[in-house]
DNA sequence: CTGGCTTATGAAAACGGTTGCAGTGACCCG
DNA sequence: CGGGTCACTGCAACCGTTTTCATAAGCCAG
């Protein structure tokens, strides 16, 4: 493929410069000490022979390998894309690399996966979204590795925790239906930890503004479009029926609401929807849904801040950033 | 965080089992060539001091980095999303590590993230669903690094390709839709040459079949939901009105159909809609849409099926691997 | 026995960079 | 003009593996 011979190295470059090698490599890692005419034939050198910095034998000698883990459930209709998204944005921006491992919706880490990771001396693991088993956690917490667990605020971090409290998301939700009239909801909650955190913030909250506890439902992860059906069916058949149901994510509120449409059920009047994760298509839904907003970019990039600031040395004291949340009325509810 | 010292090395299980560092080198990599009783000697010594082999370093001096660079788009919502999950996923049981990195929905390739992948000595380099300039394509051809496009059969492919014909596709859509007796259809048609093959074929195959061209409408990329609100509409202004709304995706289909049902027209009688993709929401949707369904997680296990053939030296000689698509016929069209 | 294989292991040279330390002029200042 | 600073660059010792080559031991046929 490539005409003739093997990739240029560090020693081609400074050899066409007229220079040691070590001033090729301070010519990408630390461009300010290079006076301004070496640097230029350095440029050119490179320009000319095309060559490229070999990262993984930089890594080796600098002990920065420029890799980030991030673990993720899975990327399929994840509400964590779009922080995954700015993550590798802004990693990228950064001139480091995104090693991506998915852990399956249970979000059990495989400990082959965490030694992929350190074995591959990723200067930090990003965990996304998961309740990782204790196990994995000690395992993590004995290692030097940065690790920054996101979306959501355990109570102690291994590292750095960069997300909100999906407990305080829940009592917002509560205590705003519950200015708006409703009475009986219906909570939908997904499996896991968080939508359990959520769901206990809105019992909490609603029972103690002097509401009688909520019903409420399970649904599998990961919480589809295809629940909605079978939540609808849950609101005929309870008794007081329900005036609004209060879905773990937008995918099952669109899936309540295409139901409803379809059975000729008026929304908001006969029933009121509420969502969470405020994805695109919340705003684009007919009638448009009623969420929470979680800036789900911001975590993405507040994370990367953290590594940068690692990197500088100078990691802040707060161990939890929280980002919050916003709760944003539209017509379902 | 460690108690105390740094990570262990080779040389500490070597020693501590009594042999040399190749030979614990040989015990991940070669594990047939050891004797029983030593290679249970080492396996207590990894245990015992939990060493992780440095892989940055054995990629290093093998020059396999185990690396693989896989270019996407996007992965909001995105119908690439389990083409990559299924990489992902299989790269990992490979012992490999994925590298991500996003383009944008144009999918301007930066030569930066080029650089990026070759600089960490990728050992493959997966470009997913891109219509990539030439100026990239020829710097990727020049360089030895195995290159696999996957979703599209270009004409020329750098290395390998694994995907489908999207003309097929917009031809065996055109046939069905005629078979059903469809006569007035409206493509709306995304930006992006894929679209636009699909779109050629089509339209190719619906006049020879003696249909008269069909209306087309334009909607940027990504092709969301939304955009169904704006088809809608163009239906109702057209005359003679279209029987079918041939959509670039099923987010789209499904954005027209809500849309219908929210003006109380019956699918498909009143007007019947067709997708792309058999997104999960197809088979749910009320009602369900009729779609093309593409194997996205195939495409993924088949190119690293070609990375693994590469690894034991045999790749195959046909540089395009075709894994066909198939029309779901449900209750929209 | 002996010589030729096979099997299991070790010694040491890469792999391609980074970086601490030292050296060299140029420049400045008293 | 001597000595001290400063800005820049080179030398060479790593970084932690893999892999080639060599060696030693065991085995078997002749």
Redesign the interface.
């Known amino acids: 493929?490539?005409?003739g011979g093997s990739a240029p190295r560090i020693h081609d470059v400074a050899a066409r410069a007229g220079v040691s090698a070590a001033t090729v490599s301070r010519f990408f890692n630390m461009p300010g000490l290079l006076a301004e005419e070496t640097a230029e034939r350095i440029r050119r050198a490179v320009e000319e022979i095309g060559y490229?910095?070999?990262?993984?034998?930089g890594?080796?000698a600098s002990r920065r390998?420029g890799?980030v883990a991030?673990f993720v459930p899975?990327?399929?209709?994840s509400i964590f894309?779009?922080t995954?998204?700015a993550m590798?944005?802004a990693l990228?921006a950064e001139?480091m690399?995104?090693?991506?491992?998915?852990t399956g919706p249970r979000f059990e880490v495989a400990p082959?996966?965490i030694?992929?990771a350190?074995?591959?001396?990723a200067d930090a693991i990003v965990l996304t979204g998961g309740a990782h088993g204790e196990s994995v956690r000690r395992r993590l917490?004995?290692?030097?590795t940065l690790v920054v667990e996101t979306w959501g605020l355990p109570e102690d971090p291994i590292n750095y925790a960069v997300g909100f409290s999906h407990r305080a998301v829940g009592e917002a939700v509560a205590q705003f239906l519950g200015e708006r009239g409703y009475r009986r909801p219906l909570l939908v909650v997904a499996e896991g930890s968080r939508a359990q955190s959520r769901r206990d913030g809105f019992v909490e909250r609603w029972t103690t503004d002097g509401g009688s506890p909520p019903v409420e439902m399970k649904v599998s992860i990961p919480s589809?479009?295809?629940h909605g059906?079978a939540a609808f069916r849950r609101v005929g058949e309870l008794d007081p029926r329900p005036d609004v149901v209060v879905c773990g994510s937008d995918s099952l509120a669109q899936?309540v609401i295409?139901?409803a449409?379809?059975a000729g059920i008026r929304i908001p009047d006969d029933l009121a929807i509420f969502g969470f994760g405020n994805l695109?298509?919340a705003?684009?839904?007919?009638p448009t849904i009623s969420t929470v907003d979680i800036d789900g970019g911001r975590i993405g990039r507040e994370t990367v801040r953290l590594l940068k600031q690692r990197g500088e040395g100078r990691l802040p004291d707060e161990r939890k950033i929280d980002v919050g949340f916003r709760i944003i009325a539209r017509e379902s509810a």
Do not use: W, Y
């Not at 490229?52 to 034998?57: E, K, R, T």
């Not at 690399?97 to 998915?102: K, R």
């Not at 350190?118 to 001396?121: F, I, N, P, T, V």
């Open positions: 493929m490539i005409p490229v910095p070999n990262l993984n034998a890594g080796l390998s890799l991030v899975v990327i399929s209709n894309n779009p995954i998204e590798v944005d990228s001139g690399s995104t090693m991506l491992a998915m082959r996966l030694d992929a350190l074995g591959r001396q917490r004995e290692h030097p589809r479009f295809g059906r899936g295409v139901e449409l379809h695109a298509v705003g684009e839904m007919r």
